[in-house]
């Protein structure tokens, strides 16, 4: 029963975090634990903004902030998974990012948030919605925000004698503070962006006038590519003058192999062979649950299954069974199992039952809530209200607020001394049932439709490769790895071995997602610290290998011409062919109509209608914003000179020209531009900021 984690016997890995006497001792001893300080040739800093360095210290801060508010809000007290905590590191960045491009720069031009505006955020007239989700915040009757709280808790914070409930307060209160500053800054821009009256008016008059055109094109895809030579100087040329085009963010991208670790047919034959020497045990013994629990991968669970729930054919197979039946060693999805038929029992798929919780405390010890269950039973089958005794004195608060009412709840939903109880009962018992929770006095109100059901023991063991099996895929892999250190021979090698090369293309510096791959992060790390073409030593996966090879390298700013070579062919050739019928359709033009054009032309004539400026495509063709533009200034009747666009080439002729029925009035025009501007504010002026501050990212080197 090893597992791959034992086999790798990496439980000496786990790093302790000591929670000291401050923020500041709980950062360290993370960073000192994670080898993240005194080691030489690494930064110190997260980040460069501006110019400014960011010390990892300072983020590492900032994360433990947004972890406890995370807590806060959501009432949970145990660390984030490893998905969360993510999710809050990049929170922590984009926060680091704006505090220092935009909110530590807001006071020196007067934008501030004092104490008593902060105050009115909190527990004033102006309660800001980050308070009112936090659910400590919130009624246990009603779910509602109840502002007596918030000054409940304001209050009492300093009984903490941790200080941890002020400490998560300030920094609760710092991040209402960072997002109305925000706020402010961004609502004086939006202040100051205005769209004038003739704006407005020129843009309804443009959506408002229609045209009618016929057009004839010559289309790029009508010339075959290879027809059209370009040359190096062409290519040189057309880079040099387009630089803008592009720019680029770093990336990289590999290509790989996986290597799966799986069990090899001497591994299943060995579990099979053990499983058939417990088989004889299993039907023998008197103590079940403790045989199971020493013998399987999976704790005795007393369950009852319907026969539906089961796999056939081994449904019909342990319901056919008599009690004490063992049925195995079988393969059920991916496990090897042995299932003894313990008992049948007519029973229902479903409960309806209410409760009350009397669960032993600080000031209750276990036999004084016996004591209590006992009598709040007898009152009850005296004609006591279970409503309102669940209500004053059960400590199931959820439930206690619905009178004890847990609703309808299916076999397998409820811990087992409770099931037992409301499943094997009788509809309108009143029983008490022991849980770890304490003593539950339920009522039994109403209960499915009962079907024989069977409590069925199982030993299973999952089907895994043994520890000779790992080592000798890994040495396997560690061969190829070690063999094939060049990109040529690492495609021979894929193909002689019959393997299947995967690719990761556009990998950013701080991704942590490769499809098909858990916890790819140190394969990405790697490809930045990588040469191209360079292959990696195997990285370990939980049940996998995998060999990679960096075999393209993109660096921020203009992208390198010879990476973009084949788009620059492709530019080159569709400007050429462009030149090409620009010359073709001048000579044609002098036919004099668009049909006598076409005609010439060995073409056809297509027709676009109830176009406008504001127009950006032509239908049937695509997006031809140069088309459009020259149909609004060519004036009806006259045949356009040569038009490029994204398809091909075009000469167009105005048909006809009209009004809009429902004309846009200038009004409306107004709104609908401003509301366009305001909604882009927040977006671009942060993005003009941070392309200003030239931002560096060193979280990759963390992280």
């Not at 069990?263 to 199971?292: C, G, H, N, R, W």
């Not at 209590?372 to 309102?388: M, Q, V």
Request: proline share 3%; net charge negative.
């Amino acid at each position: 029963m090893a597992t791959l984690q034992t086999i790798r016997n990496r439980a000496g890995v786990l790093v302790s975090v000591i929670i000291g006497l401050s923020l500041l001792a709980f950062i360290l001893s993370d960073l000192i634990s994670n080898n993240r300080l005194f080691n030489p040739g690494q930064k110190t800093d997260v980040a460069e903004i501006a110019g400014v360095s960011i010390p990892i210290i300072f983020f590492e801060e900032r994360v433990d902030e947004l972890t406890e508010n995370y807590k806060r809000n959501t009432g949970k007290e145990s660390t984030p998974d490893e998905e969360t905590s993510q999710g809050i590191r990049d929170q922590a960045w984009e926060t680091l990012i704006t505090d220092f491009v935009v909110a530590n720069n807001l006071e020196d031009i007067g934008i501030t948030v004092n104490a008593e505006e902060l105050q009115d955020m909190v527990v004033g007239n102006n309660i800001d919605p980050q308070v009112m989700q936090i659910p400590i915040f919130k009624s246990q009757t009603t779910g509602q925000f109840d502002p007596n709280l918030v000054k409940q808790f304001l209050a009492n914070m300093d009984q903490d004698k941790t200080g941890a409930a002020r400490l998560s307060w300030v920094a609760f209160e710092k991040q209402l503070k960072h997002s109305r500053l925000l706020n402010k800054y961004y609502t004086l821009v939006k202040k100051g962006l205005y769209v004038t009256s003739a704006e407005a008016k020129q843009f309804s008059d443009d959506a408002s006038n229609l045209i009618d055109i016929r057009f004839v094109m010559k289309k790029y895809s009508d010339i075959s590519d290879s027809t059209i030579a370009v040359k190096d100087e062409e290519i040189e040329k057309y880079y040099n003058q387009h630089k803008y085009l592009f720019q680029q963010e770093a990336s990289r991208d590999i290509e790989y192999v996986v290597f799966d670790v799986l069990p090899s047919v001497q591994d299943v034959e060995k579990i099979k062979s053990k499983m058939d020497a417990l088989k004889s045990e299993l039907e023998t013994t008197t103590e079940i649950a403790d045989f199971v629990n020493r013998n399987s991968d999976v704790p005795y669970n007393e369950k009852f299954y319907s026969k539906d729930s089961l796999t056939p054919p081994y449904d019909s197979i342990l319901f056919s069974a008599e009690p004490g039946f063992v049925y195995g060693p079988y393969i059920e999805n991916g496990v090897y199992r042995l299932a003894r038929v313990m008992s049948f029992k007519n029973l229902p798929d479903s409960v309806h039952a209410r409760h009350i919780l009397i669960a032993p405390s600080e000031k209750r010890t276990k036999e004084q809530a016996k004591i209590l269950a006992d009598s709040l039973k007898t009152i009850i089958e005296n004609g006591g209200d279970f409503a309102s005794l669940a209500l004053q004195y059960s400590d199931d608060k959820g439930s206690a607020n619905q009178g004890g009412d847990l609703k309808w709840f299916k076999l397998g939903m409820m811990i087992k001394p409770f099931e037992k109880a409301t499943f094997e009962g009788k509809k309108g018992d009143i029983v008490i049932a022991e849980t770890n929770y304490g003593y539950h006095i339920i009522e039994i109100l109403e209960k499915g439709t009962e079907s024989n059901k069977a409590e069925i023991a199982y030993i299973n063991w999952k089907i895994e490769p043994s520890s000779q099996t790992y080592q000798g895929i890994k040495t396997k892999v560690y061969q190829f790895a070690g063999v094939n250190t060049t990109k040529d021979k690492f495609d021979v090698a894929i193909t002689k071995e019959g393997l299947t090369k995967r690719l990761a293309n556009n990998l950013r510096e701080n991704d942590r997602n490769i499809a098909g791959l858990e916890s790819p992060r140190e394969m990405i790390r790697w490809a930045y610290k990588a040469n191209k073409n360079e292959i990696s030593q195997p990285f370990e996966f939980q049940d996998k290998f995998v060999v990679a090879i960096l075999t393209e390298v993109r660096e921020k700013g203009t992208a390198d011409k010879d990476q973009i070579k084949e788009q620059l062919i492709s530019l080159v050739r569709k400007d050429k062919k462009a030149e090409k019928f620009t010359t073709e359709l001048k000579n044609a033009s002098s036919a004099g109509t668009i049909d006598k054009l076409a005609q010439k032309l060995n073409s056809i004539v297509q027709d676009a209608t109830s176009l406008n400026f504001n127009s950006f495509s032509l239908p049937g063709i695509g997006i031809e914003p140069n088309v459009v533009a020259t149909s609004t200034c060519i004036g009806k009747g006259k045949l356009s000179p040569p038009v490029k666009g994204n398809n091909g080439v075009f000469i167009i002729v105005v048909t006809n020209t009209s009004k809009s029925q429902q004309p846009e009035d200038s009004k409306t025009a107004k709104m609908q531009l401003s509301n366009d501007v305001q909604t882009r504010v927040d977006y671009q002026a942060f993005e003009a900021l941070k392309k200003l501050a030239d931002i560096k990212d060193y979280r990759s080197q963390w992280y």
